[in-house]
């Protein structure tokens, strides 16, 4: 079956070709065209050659040079960000001791060693501690980690406490590092004010001791000055859950463990008795007027080595003619009958 073409309906096809139908410029709008045409021309014509600039696709390489190029730049912006985070940071100090466990300290990405005695402390150390340590610092004094805490050193003067207990030993007359010590916490900022104190942190609380002088404790517009003798126990948002309380003397067993050694060989016995008092945080009384000469003339001998401050001082005394008594507050000393 075929179909034929269909026929044109004349009652639309004319109707159309009257209105698609257009005629021919008149001689008077031909005559303003040409005029208008003219005139342009010789307008560019009076302004001189016109620049034409020849546009060409970019060769097929162009697109994997710039790749290649990109790719590069990363690199080396890669490398010089991993350079930098490899480059120690400043010394703090040194490790005086290491006790009952290890200590493992990242000091750079990639980077983990196991601390001995003699290793530099440097700012952007993160210290992951099973067993106890003592640092003495480059400025005076020494930081003092509790056994199972986690810390870093934020910078040259201050510690952000993770986990465990920190004890900073900044005796006066030293120079300090500018801003003073600061221990952060998630409960606040404890700035150091002179001279022994104590910073623990379990979870979301911090317990804060002072054992001479006092320190500052911030938490945005809240602030509280700890001194010497007294604790603090503070919650999460710095809400004070103890206030103010006088610290029990077994509260400093875990510091005085890791208190600095001291050299007695050829030094008056004086020296060492203020040192102990300074350690224990006991006054040091001479009950008689003898008992204060003996001291100062005796010189000792030998080495207490390690030894926690109560036992080299029970050892030293064992050797001299002083007898003492010694209480939560004071170490008294006379002279024997």
Request: aromatic fraction near 6%.
């Amino acid at each position: 079956m075929t179909q034929e073409p269909e026929k044109n309906d004349p009652d639309v096809e004319e109707p159309l070709r009257r209105a698609l139908r257009v005629d021919p410029p008149s001689p008077e709008r031909m005559a303003r065209i040409r005029a208008a045409v003219a005139a342009r021309w010789r307008e560019r014509v009076a302004a001189g050659p016109v620049a034409t600039r020849r546009w060409r696709s970019a060769p097929r390489w162009m697109p994997a040079a710039a790749g290649i190029a990109a790719a590069g730049l990363v690199t080396v912006v890669v490398a010089i960000a991993w350079l930098a985070l490899m480059q120690p940071g400043a010394v703090i100090g040194r490790v005086e001791r290491v006790t009952g466990g290890v200590i493992t300290v990242r000091s750079a990405p990639l980077r983990w060693h196991d601390w001995t005695r003699g290793d530099v402390v440097r700012a952007g150390d993160r210290i992951n501690a099973r067993g106890g340590a003592l640092i003495a610092l480059t400025t005076g004094g020494d930081v003092r980690i509790r056994p199972h805490s986690r810390l870093r050193f934020s910078s040259t003067s201050e510690i952000d406490l993770r986990d465990g207990a920190v004890y900073l030993d900044l005796p006066p007359g030293e120079p300090r590092a500018a801003p003073p010590w600061r221990v952060r916490t998630r409960a606040g900022v404890i700035e150091h004010l002179g001279t022994e104190f104590e910073v623990s942190c379990h979870r979301a609380e911090i317990v804060i001791r002072v054992r001479e002088g006092h320190v500052r404790w911030n938490a945005g517009a809240k602030s509280l000055i700890v001194a010497a003798g007294s604790e603090v126990r503070i919650g999460p948002a710095g809400r004070v859950l103890d206030g103010v309380a006088t610290v029990k003397t077994d509260a400093w067993s875990w510091v005085d463990r890791l208190a600095p050694s001291y050299e007695i060989d050829g030094r008056p016995m004086l020296g060492f008795l203020q040192w102990f008092s300074r350690q224990t945080g006991r006054a040091l009384v001479f009950v008689d007027a003898r008992a204060f000469e003996i001291a100062t003339h005796t010189i000792l001998h030998g080495s207490v080595g390690d030894e926690a401050p109560d036992r080299a001082f029970a050892n030293v005394l064992a050797t001299t003619s002083l007898r003492y008594h010694i209480d939560a507050r004071t170490v008294q000393l006379y002279s024997a009958p």
